[in-house]
């Protein structure tokens, strides 16, 4: 996979990075990687380690890293870019990046000349006084990149549309299915809000959803503040990515929707690979065990891209369901021994197929051991 990976194009890569400081020891974990941390995994009670995968652009692993648990997301991404690029001898960087993931401090490192990195990151909406006022206010039509969905497999609707204030570019992103949802829910907080009114303050205030959407009234009781619901609607299914990349609108707002990829490979790593707990004690043989899982999920990755190209895919439970069910056994008929294999089912076959494996009739004569 490595030698692939070198005979590719390697000159700008996507690199979508994602850390998921959650995978926790049974015992004391290694020398060095086992730490106590935010534990996602709602254990802190246990050591643990930060896991980080990168994608290049195509959604394929490109490597793995491995932290002590107690490593922020900001202080190991630096580092990461660095080995990239001189590991792979990667000219150039891009990037992508959630609204936690990178500080102000972080992003000025990286706009430094020695490194040649670009990036597109996900804008704090509410929190960012220029992205509220300006970005958001903006009166520019979107242009659709996908319209409605005709079937469910089609992709989600999206439009964007560009905004510039001062040098920073901003893409807005506007998801119309989300928007509907967004002010479904609204709706039905502020409808359950109106029922338990009549519940003491510590009560609402105690609840997130619903403190959102109080304010202070007459006899100092809370009652539901209007001005900051209709405030809300500016919100509905819309996203905002910063950017330095002078590529078209709609690319940057794919390249960061791709940036999921990432969370579906943590998922895989976490249920389909089963990487946790980690029973090991030495550093050596912890990042062994991580990196077989990588391995793993690259041979997972490339399967499930082989299964696309022709024209199909499938989700891995089910997959593995279909693959577990298919057996051989061998019987002896007049003194020859037969091997007789299951039909296959579901995407067995096509995955068979894809990874280039032929099975043969599904009856054929076996070897007489005695021979």
């Not at 509220?132 to 990149?145: G, I, N």
């Not at 359950?192 to 304010?215: E, H, I, M």
Request: proline share 4%; hydrophobic share 35%.
């Amino acid at each position: 996979m490595i030698k692939d990976i070198q005979k590719r194009d390697l000159t700008r890569r996507f690199a979508r990075p994602k850390l998921k400081p959650s995978v926790y020891f049974e015992g004391e974990g290694g020398q060095t990687l086992g730490e106590y941390g935010l534990s996602k995994d709602h254990r802190p009670d246990r050591k643990q380690m930060v896991i980080g995968v990168i994608l290049d652009e195509q959604g394929r692993p490109i490597c793995c890293e491995m932290w002590p648990g107690n490593t922020t997301d900001v202080k190991t991404l630096i580092p990461v870019v660095d080995r990239l690029r001189g590991k792979f001898n990667i000219d150039h960087i891009c990037i992508v990046a959630d609204r936690g993931m990178i500080s102000k401090g972080t992003v000025a490192e990286l706009r430094k000349s020695v490194r040649s990195v670009s990036y597109i990151l996900g804008a704090r909406m509410r929190a960012v006084k220029k992205v509220r006022l300006a970005v958001l206010a903006d009166q520019k039509p979107f242009k659709t990149v996908y319209g409605p969905r005709k079937t469910s497999k089609d992709p989600s609707p999206l439009k964007v549309k560009e905004v510039m204030v001062g040098k920073t570019r901003y893409i807005v992103c506007h998801n119309e299915e989300q928007a509907k949802k967004d002010e479904a829910d609204r709706a039905a907080i502020v409808e359950s809000l109106k029922d338990q009114l009549k519940a003491p303050d510590k009560a609402l205030v105690g609840n997130k959803g619903y403190r959102k959407f109080l304010k202070t009234g007459q006899g100092k009781h809370f009652e539901i503040d209007t001005d900051k619901i209709k405030s809300e609607t500016v919100y509905d299914g819309k996203w905002v990515l910063q950017t330095d990349l002078g590529t078209a609108a709609k690319e940057i707002a794919l390249r960061y929707k791709d940036l999921w990829m990432v969370e579906t490979f943590f998922r895989s790593l976490k249920s389909i690979m089963e990487n946790r707990p980690i029973y090991h004690k030495c550093d050596e043989t912890i990042r062994g065990h991580v990196f077989c899982s990588f391995l793993a999920l690259v041979l997972f990755q490339e399967l499930q891209l082989s299964l696309v190209e022709r024209g199909g895919s499938t989700e891995w439970a089910r997959l593995k369901d279909d693959l577990d069910a298919l057996e051989e056994v061998t019987v002896e008929c007049s003194g020859q021994p037969f091997t007789i294999r299951s039909q296959t089912r579901g995407n067995a076959g096509r995955a068979l197929q894809a990874a280039g494996v032929a099975l043969g009739p599904a009856v054929r004569a076996a070897q007489n051991k005695q021979a």
